[in-house]
C-alpha cells in the first residue's frame, strides 16, 4: 500500500488512516488514559526515533501504561508506516491508549493496550502564507507576574523539603 493519504498501523495492521478505529470504551477516549509521540520523518527516516521512543517509554511508566511492543519492534512499524505512506517527508502520531475498559477509570479492568501509528502530511501553515510571508501582531494583553510557578503549586522551601 503506497499512498499519498494517511496510513495507520494499529497493532500490527496497516490501513488507511480513515478506516482505523477505536472503540467508544477505550479508556483512552474516555479518560485521556494514553500517551503518545508527534515525530517528523525525513527522507523516509523518523527523525531522533530512539529518542521519541524512549519519552513515550517514559510517559507510559508515569502512567502505568505497558506498551506491548519492544523498541525494535516499534522502529520496524514505524519504518513500515512510513513505507507504506510512500511520501518521504511527513509526519508520524505514535499513539498508545489503554484500551477497552468498563465504565470506571481503574485500568486493571482494560484489555491489552493499542498502539496506532499514523502518517500523514505535515503543512504548519498553508502554502499561500508560506510563499507571501505573513503580518506580525503585537498583543496589548500583558502576562501577569506569577509568585508561584504555576497557579496552585507550592514550591519546598530550603531545608523543608
Same mark, same amino acid.
Given at each position: 500500500?503506497? &499512498? ?8 500490527? /495492521? ?9 472503540? +467508544? %470504551?477505550?479508556?483512552?477516549? !474516555? ?7 508527534? $515525530? ?15 519519552? !513515550? ?5 508515569? /502512567?502505568? %501504561?505497558? $506498551? *506491548? ?5 516499534? &522502529?520496524?512499524? +514505524? =519504518? =513500515? &508506516? ?14 498508545? &491508549?489503554?484500551? $477497552?475498559?468498563? !465504565?470506571? /477509570? ?5 484489555? =491489552? *493496550?493499542?498502539? %496506532? /501509528? $499514523? ?26 507576574? !506569577? ?15
Amino acid at each position: 500500500m503506497h &499512498t499519498n493519504q494517511a496510513v495507520c498501523w494499529k497493532n500490527g /495492521i496497516v490501513m488507511p488512516a480513515a478506516d482505523a478505529s477505536v472503540s +467508544v %470504551l477505550d479508556h483512552g477516549l !474516555l479518560y485521556g488514559d494514553g500517551v503518545f509521540e508527534g $515525530i517528523r520523518f525525513y527522507r523516509g527516516r523518523a527523525f531522533l526515533l530512539r529518542e521519541h521512543l524512549e519519552r !513515550l517509554r517514559d510517559s507510559a511508566c508515569a /502512567i502505568a %501504561l505497558d $506498551i *506491548p511492543y519492544n523498541d525494535t519492534e516499534l &522502529t520496524k512499524a +514505524v =519504518q =513500515q &508506516t512510513v513505507a507504506a505512506f510512500g511520501v518521504p517527508e511527513g509526519y508520524l502520531r505514535l499513539i498508545v &491508549t489503554r484500551d $477497552i475498559g468498563s !465504565l470506571g /477509570i481503574d485500568p486493571r479492568h482494560c484489555a =491489552q *493496550p493499542t498502539v %496506532l /501509528i $499514523i502518517a500523514d502530511h505535515l503543512q504548519m501553515v498553508p502554502e499561500q502564507q508560506r510563499r507571501s510571508g505573513a503580518r506580525r501582531a503585537r498583543s496589548a494583553h500583558q502576562k501577569p507576574e !506569577l509568585s508561584e510557578p504555576y497557579p496552585g503549586t507550592y514550591r519546598s522551601e530550603p531545608g523543608r523539603g
